[in-house]
Structures are given as structure tokens and as C-alpha cells.
T-cell receptor, first 117, second 113 residues
Framework: DGGITQSPKYLFRKEGQNVTLSCEQN?????MYWYRQDPGQGLRLIYY???????QKGDIAEGYSVSREKKESFPLTVTSAQKNPTAFYLC????????????????FGSGTRLTVV | GENVEQHPSTLSVQEGDSAVIKCTYS??????FPWYKQELGKRPQLIID?????GEKKDQRIAVTLNKTAKHFSLHITETQPEDSAVYFC????????????FGKGITLSVRP
């Protein structure tokens, strides 16, 4: 879908379980991002990665982990330490650019809805 | 870090009227301001953006204005249609090697037929 694919679309997690959300892009974008969306809270940044084998914490990284072993892939693991994981998770990618003129915006995946059961 | 605020959280307009959505940002160094539209159950999609060296940008029925002094930027939608009903997010960042978008909380626009 639009060059960036998230799977699964729906995911159910039991208490105490770790789950991994997949994000793959074929846009040859350098940067990838994970956001969490809750009603009335907008999009909050969890982790982001500008290059392979490097990533930085966002505003709400606690209880989450990521890896960036390949340019195309940026999986997010929701660990048991995340006490309120029920949310809609969005992955995005972009090519960081300096200077003016070009569109800089993100391309988003279609999201994964995670529910704790 | 950057902080982006959107007010109000909901806006309802009559079809054919104009809608204006305003955002404020805190970091005067930010130089890129995109707007995203998210329809129910779908991914956010970029609809228009503006850089800090430009005061206004227009694309058909939508336009964005930027006031750097006051640190606010606005989305203007003219001749609204029911398909404009969605959640609209503004965002801001300083472009560069380590940049990341900071989003507002979103505003739900309802266009009444």
C-alpha cells in the first residue's frame, strides 16, 4: 500500500506478552518512524531511525523497542513493560532533505490496531 | 523540544462554506509545516505543506498561511464538501539530518450537507 506496508492490521496481545509489529518500505527512504495514535492525543513519536543500525527514542519510548538492521525494515516490539498498549500504531518513512523546494512529508503505512485482551 | 497545538478540537461547517484551522508552534527554529488529512480508519495523507521562507501556499481549494512572528500557521479550505470531513493534523519540524515531525492533536472537521 503506497510503498510502505504494516502488518498485521489487527493484533491482540495477552497480558505479559511481547508482540512485534512489522513495517516494510520499498521507497528507498532513509528515515523511518513509529507513532502511536490515541483518541484526542494526536500522533506521538515512539522511536525513529535516520539510517541503518541507528535509532533514537521519541517522546514515549518506554515499554517499546525497535531495530533497524535493513533500510527497508523497522519493526516495533511492544513489551510487557508497556502498561497501556491498546492503540493504533502508525509507521512512516521519509527521505530527510536539507534546503528548500522539495516535499519533505512522511509517507504513512495503513497502521496496526493493537488491543490487549 | 517542539510543541504544536491545535484548537479547537472539533469544527463543523455548512457545505460550501470556508473552514479555517489554526495551529501554533513553540520552536522558532522550525522551518517546515505540513498538514495531514486522516479519513476514518485510514492512514494520514499529506495534503499541503509550507516552508518558513514562504508566507502562503495554495493548491486548488486548500491554502496554508504562515506567520513566523506569531508562530502560527493555518489551513484554509474553501467551498467545503462532505468529503472534506476528516481529522486534520498539523505538524512542525526543523528540516535536516536528524529531524522528526511533531504533530498537533488533530481537529475533526465535519461538513454538513
Amino acid at each position: 500500500d503506497g510503498g510502505i506496508t504494516q502488518s498485521p492490521k489487527y493484533l491482540f496481545r495477552k497480558e505479559g506478552q511481547n508482540v512485534t509489529l512489522s513495517c516494510e518500505q520499498n521507497l528507498n527512504h532513509d528515515a523511518m518512524y513509529w507513532y502511536r495514535q490515541d483518541p484526542g492525543q494526536g500522533l506521538r513519536l515512539i522511536y525513529y531511525s535516520q539510517i541503518v543500525n541507528d535509532f533514537q527514542k521519541g517522546d514515549i519510548a518506554e515499554g517499546y523497542s525497535v531495530s533497524r538492521e535493513k533500510k527497508e525494515s523497522f519493526p516495533l516490539t511492544v513489551t510487557s513493560a508497556q502498561k497501556n498498549p491498546t492503540a493504533f500504531y502508525l509507521c512512516a518513512s521519509s527521505t530527510p532533505r536539507t534546503g528548500g523546494g522539495s516535499i519533505y512529508g512522511y509517507t504513512f503505512g495503513s497502521g496496526t490496531r493493537l488491543t490487549v485482551v | 523540544g517542539e510543541n504544536v497545538e491545535q484548537h479547537p478540537s472539533t469544527l463543523s461547517v455548512q457545505e460550501g462554506d470556508s473552514a479555517v484551522i489554526k495551529c501554533t508552534y513553540s520552536d522558532s527554529a522550525s522551518n517546515y509545516f505540513p498538514w495531514y488529512k486522516q479519513e476514518l480508519g485510514k492512514r494520514p495523507q499529506l495534503i499541503i505543506d509550507i516552508r518558513s521562507n514562504v508566507g502562503e501556499k495554495k493548491d486548488q481549494r486548500i491554502a496554508v498561511t504562515l506567520n513566523k512572528t506569531a508562530k502560527h500557521f493555518s489551513l484554509h479550505i474553501t467551498e467545503t464538501q462532505p468529503e472534506d470531513s476528516a481529522v486534520y493534523f498539523c505538524a512542525a519540524t526543523l528540516t535536516g539530518a536528524n529531524s522528526k515531525l511533531t504533530f498537533g492533536k488533530g481537529i475533526t472537521l465535519s461538513v454538513r450537507p
